[in-house]
């Protein structure tokens, strides 16, 4: 069964810097990636999609990368805000399935 | 852009109660979904369905129904609602068979059993 794991659980940076979130997962047969991004008491915004063909996607000040064959994914955001404050989640979509599976998330707060 | 409504943000009701969420997306998706998310638990999958009148439980489908009677509307029920089942219900809908296709959410509902 396909587990995916998000730490840390909380991040806190000073605006301007640079971070990365990671993910990782324990079955590497996915066929994509999605990051989301969640603001409290909303529903979810999807970020970036990695096929599992791909190495990374790039959005803006947001990059995702993904490495099928060690099970991890990073979502890299530079020169970080305050408004980046949120809770980011991924999720990684099965091979023969529609379903996704989500991690728990890193509630990311930048301060001014 | 593909919208995903949910038809309340907040409900309050009883125990016991059946109660009715509602979801209708408006870009032709063949694929929808009930999450429920409570803190430390993560987005816990209730129900999928892949077509009309199709559907596949998920991981918690114990005291859920659901229907869909037309591709755009996807309804969450809950026969006899209890205190357990007050949390957070997100709906989402997604195409069919494409690799890189996302995956869209409505906004959640916010649902108490008193």
């Not at chain 1, 404050?85 to 991690?103: H, M, W």
Request: proline share 3%; with cysteine; charged share 20%.
């Amino acid at each position: 069964k396909q587990e995916v794991t998000q730490i840390p659980a909380a991040l806190s940076v000073p605006e301007g810097e640079n971070l990365v979130l990671n993910c990782s997962f324990t079955d590497s047969a996915i066929y994509n990636l999605q990051w989301f991004r969640q603001d409290p008491g909303k529903g979810l915004t999807s970020l970036l999609l990695i096929q599992s063909s791909q190495r990374e996607q790039t959005s803006g000040r947001l990059n995702a990368s993904l490495d099928k064959s060690s099970g991890r994914s990073t979502l890299y955001i530079a020169a970080s805000q305050p408004g980046d404050s949120a809770t980011y989640l991924c999720a990684v979509r099965q091979g023969g399935s529609e379903k996704l599976v989500f991690g728990k998330g890193t509630k990311l707060t930048v301060n001014p | 852009d593909v919208k995903v409504t949910q038809s309340s943000r907040y409900l309050v009701k009883r125990t016991g109660e059946k109660v009715f969420l509602e979801c209708v997306q408006d870009m032709d998706h063949e694929n929808m979904f009930w999450y429920r998310q409570d803190p430390g638990l993560g987005l816990r999958l209730i129900y999928f369905s892949y077509d009309v009148k199709m559907k596949e439980k998920g991981d918690i489908p114990e005291g859920y129904s659901v229907s869909r009677e037309k591709k755009e509307r996807f309804s969450l029920i809950l026969e006899s609602a209890s205190t357990n089942q007050t949390s957070m219900y997100l709906c989402a809908s997604s195409l069919v068979g494409a690799t890189n296709e996302k995956l869209f959410f409505g906004s959640g509902t916010q649902l108490s059993v008193l």
